[in-house]
């Protein structure tokens, strides 16, 4: 018989985090980790001009982004709807 992982129902009783303070930490730096390589390139002119120049290449990023997400999304939905993980493992 397998043992299923432990459900965190919140943050308080998750075995992960100790604290609500550490979580709060943590995805403080990830979002400064995010963030600073493009505030640098911002405030840095020739990194400006380098981004400049992928926005320009970007132009149909948008249409096959939102593809692509639509397609997961069914996908998901279907997988999560359809499928039996007592078969599926």
């Given amino acids: 018989m397998r ?3 432990p459900r965190c129902g919140g ?14 930490v943590s995805l403080g730096l990830f979002g400064l980790a995010l963030s600073l390589p493009l505030v640098a390139a911002v405030m ?3 990194m400006r ?13 948008p249409f096959w982004a939102g593809v692509v997400l639509i397609a997961l999304g069914l996908w998901s939905i279907g997988f999560g709807l359809f499928t039996d993980l007592e078969n599926w493992t």
């Fill in 3 to 5: 043992r299923r992982a």
């Fill in 11 to 24: 943050v308080a009783r998750c075995p992960a985090l100790t604290s609500h303070w550490e979580g709060f």
């Fill in 44 to 46: 840095w002119a020739p």
């Fill in 49 to 61: 001009r380098v981004l400049d120049r992928l926005a320009g290449l970007s132009a149909r990023a």
